[in-house]
């Protein structure tokens, strides 16, 4: 009799989803789908509203990459005014934006997944967790605790406070950094390095420990999104847009964000609140399927795969050695801790630039202009990935239309695909293990996603798993 | 000048007849809350924040429209008083979409201080599900009804300090709203002088100054005030010659 595995809710990720396998007659896997279970419409009711407001009004999207939803709002807001932030102001955004990385990766990778990396995917649940991490390898938890909270010093050294800092705005942002803090930063940066280096060296150790577990994440080939700089290199925040085939051919030329739509279609489906966003270049109609051709992925895998180098001495090494290892494109999800880890090298050593740039913080902050433009697309790459805040505004700057289009919403088809990877390997009839779960969730926790922004939502993330029948009779519901 | 003896709170002062108690309890040293009264504007005692209990009278009056009287006893903060302002100002929070993490005012706003010195975290009352468009038309300001309390402070400044009379109230109960000249975008009012009194006197963040974000209100309370004063001591100087 066919079945259908139900996973609800999915734990240590951002928001609200279930996800559900169904099983044939013979138990083999038939059809898995990741589910969000959540809505909030911040492009509803943000309509009417100023345009001044719109970076502080949807940072509360989300209370991990608040950052991001400031950052790409406020740039969102430049290109309404039709100005460029001055110099020191957009110097000290990307400084922000760098704190932002380094802490959220953090928390994705040494919090949440490296319970299920170091103390193993059939490890005991109750213990795998952050503090079963204290317990089992507490230099990691240490270390990983501190770049944290060192990316969180430097989001409140400019915005004042770690979380919601209300403080780019459109033009400029709206106080300069406190210098007291800056020498404290300066003070500790080194150590940061150090502890950054440090995990980087632990990744291989962590392939090998996981091998079916690496061949099953995801590893498919797929279109890779994001920002590069104008020369190629590693870019988080100003530059242009870049597809790369799953050989890591340019697909078309690079482009600025205000021609996004040229370049992604998006499509709803009943059963969540999350859009599928795809590449439009594939086939010209919609994505049928989890093997769909306009499928892409964006957030730290796609940055390194998108990269010709990093443009920093310890991240370019790290980054030559993952290519030594794994491939000029690294097409296992798996990997996106690898390259998180060379992503938290890569903030780190940035920020050391910033922070002992005499220049930091010096000239005006703000460009001043009235409602120039009717229309600004902003564009900045979140934690987890590509983020696109669109508005529309009257002459008045009064807010008609915002489209938001969120990391975690690129990765939905390739999260899709991963889910049925990983349940075609490790799920055999409906008796399914618990590390079977585990893995799956882990499968979706590789991408590091939050529901919340995407479906612009809130709350915990719970998992659900459903075990369906083919007529979609519930057989075994687990929830935590 | 005549006086009259009373207790505000226990302490006994002297206070000028025609003063009304809550200057003489400023005098005292007593601070009484209240959102729509701003020295130097006529009073209306439209916020009814400021209400205090008088030893022999039934009901509670407010302080900035009851002038002194002889002996009186007068209680500012009674149990009865404190629950009375937080279930009013739990009325106004409802009444609007006062969201402070995207409000220019938040930091520098009264209604804000308000909450927080009397321990308004939540509000019962279920707020209205009307949405109410900002009005950006005004080439410096702007006026966000969703953000109102209705204290009438700019129609004041507005009629009293600048003499322009732009500012005016229209409709009536939960449809009251301020109104522009006769109901047209602010950016259309031929009364409209830009001074930004109105922006000043404002207690929360309805008015604003374009372009501003954020907890970036920059304009001071006292500037309607300190007018008003400063008029004074020239009419005084008038007198005087």
């Known amino acids: ?480 | 000048m005549a006086g009259v003896n009373l207790k505000i709170d226990g302490v006994e002062i002297e206070a000028p007849v025609g003063e009304n108690l809550m200057q003489a309890a400023t005098r005292a040293g007593v601070r009484v809350p209240g959102l729509c009264q701003l020295d130097g504007l006529s009073v209306v005692g439209a916020c009814r924040l400021c209400m205090v209990e008088i030893a022999g009278t039934p009901r509670p009056r407010p302080a900035c429209a009851t002038p002194v009287g002889e002996s009186m006893d007068v209680h500012t903060d009674t149990p009865r008083l404190r629950e009375h302002r937080r279930v009013l100002l739990e009325m106004l929070f409802a009444e609007g979409q006062h969201i402070c993490a995207a409000c220019v005012a938040s930091g520098a706003c009264e209604l804000q201080n308000l909450a927080a010195e009397l321990g308004v975290d939540h509000v019962n009352f279920t707020p209205p599900p009307t949405r109410l468009e900002m009005d950006l038309s005004h080439p410096r300001f702007g006026y966000d009804p969703s953000r109102c309390v209705l204290c009438t402070r700019c129609v004041r400044a507005c009629a009293e300090v600048e003499g322009a009379f732009t500012w005016g109230v229209a409709g009536r109960g939960r449809e009251t709203h301020l109104v522009a000249d006769l109901g047209v975008p602010w950016g259309e009012a031929e009364s409209c002088t830009s001074c930004g009194k109105c922006v000043s006197a404002c207690p929360v963040g309805a008015l604003f100054e374009k372009g501003t974000s954020v907890g970036e209100r920059r304009v001071t309370r006292a500037l309607v005030s300190t007018l008003t004063a400063r008029r004074d001591r020239e009419s005084h100087r008038e007198v005087l010659k």
């Open chain 1, 1 to 480: 009799m066919p079945r259908t595995l139900l996973i609800d809710p999915v734990t240590r990720i951002e928001g609200h989803a279930k996800i559900t396998v169904r099983l044939d007659d013979a138990g083999a896997v038939q059809d898995t789908r990741f589910h969000v279970t959540e809505f909030r419409g911040f492009e509803a009711f943000c309509r009417g509203r100023s345009v001044y407001e719109m970076p502080a009004l949807t940072a509360r999207t989300c209370g991990i990459c608040p950052v991001s939803h400031v950052l790409t709002g406020a740039k969102a807001g430049d290109a309404v005014l039709g100005v460029e932030p001055p110099p020191a102001a957009r110097a000290l955004r990307r400084m922000m934006n760098l704190g932002q990385i380094l802490q959220s990766h953090s928390l994705s990778f040494f919090h949440l997944s490296a319970p299920d990396l170091l103390l193993g995917f059939d490890s005991a649940p109750g213990a795998r967790n952050v503090f079963g991490l204290i317990d089992a390898e507490p230099e990691i938890a240490r270390r990983g605790i501190r770049m944290r909270r060192f990316g969180q010093e430097v989001i409140a050294a400019l915005g004042g406070r770690k979380i919601h800092p209300a403080w780019a705005v459109p033009g400029g942002v709206l106080g300069n950094i406190d210098p007291e803090a800056v020498e404290r930063l300066r003070a500790e940066h080194e150590t940061i390095v150090h502890d950054a280096k440090w995990a980087w060296a632990r990744y291989g150790e962590l392939v090998d420990a996981h091998p079916a577990e690496v061949a099953a994440f995801g590893d498919f080939p797929s279109l890779f999104f994001g920002i590069v700089s104008p020369d190629g290199a590693w870019e988080h925040h100003d530059g242009l847009l870049r597809f790369i085939d799953a050989e890591g051919n340019r697909v078309g030329e690079d482009f600025p964000a205000e021609r996004y739509a040229e370049f992604i279609g998006e499509v709803a489906d009943a059963d969540t609140y999350l859009k599928s966003p795809y590449h439009l270049g594939a086939q010209g109609g919609a994505p049928v399927g989890p093997q769909a051709p306009g499928t892409y992925r964006v957030g730290p895998l796609a940055r390194v795969n998108l990269a010709e180098r990093m443009g920093t001495p310890l991240a370019d090494a790290a980054l030559a050695d993952f290519r030594g290892e794994f491939g000029r494109v690294p097409l296992g999800s798996f990997h996106y801790h690898g390259a998180r880890l060379i992503e938290i090298l890569a903030c780190a050593e940035q920020l050391g630039e910033l922070l002992n740039d005499p220049e930091l913080g010096s000239g005006p902050l703000r460009a001043e202009a009235g409602i120039n433009r009717l229309r600004g697309v902003g564009v900045s790459e979140a934690p987890r990935g590509t983020l696109f805040h669109d508005y529309r505004v009257d002459e008045d700057g009064r807010i008609t239309g915002v489209r938001m289009i969120i990391a975690t919403g690129h990765n939905n088809l390739a999260m899709n695909r991963t889910i049925g990877q990983i349940a075609e390997a490790f799920v055999k009839g409906p008796d399914v293990a618990e590390g079977a779960l585990n893995r799956i969730e882990a499968g979706i926790r590789a991408y590091d996603p939050c529901l919340s922004c995407s479906t612009h939502a809130v709350g915990q993330m719970p998992l659900v798993l459903r075990v369906e029948a083919a007529d979609g009779t519930l057989l075994r519901e687990l929830a935590r």
